[in-house]
């Protein structure tokens, strides 16, 4: 039960600060920069964004959640009512298009969280981060030394 209880919790925060875009560790500072890129760091805490790798999943889930329903949806009206083509043009493509795209914030703001809150990554490859990150740490405190 209790166990329940923070897997709820943990649900609730992801979905919180996903969908406002906010940082999953303070809940005050920004996840975005602009309406898709991420930010380096929190402006609040300084979580660093680097773990975050959402890749083209916010596509993916857009595609299944809305394209894939919204094609079926467009073919049924065609097949039967046959519209004319203005049809499409003022209704069916920019019902696809904006359907598409005004989620993926949402979903790209979901997916970091939830990477964040479950500490998340690729299996396998915790060497090649924990080396990847060393590196451009190296090179970022020597950039600063000069
Ligand atoms: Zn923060």
Redesign the pocket.
Known sequence: MIRNDVGNEKLRWILKSGWQGL?P??G??HMFRSWLQLAKQ?D??G?DYKFASPDDGPAFFSQMIVAFPFTFLILWLEIAYDPPIWVHLVFSIPLMVLGCVLPLRAIKGWLVASQYVNKAQESGTEHLWAKLHAREKREADERRDD
Do not use: I, R
Request: charged share 20%; glycine share 12%; hydrophobic share 10%.
């Open positions: 940082c560790e303070c005050k500072g929190c609040n805490c979580l």
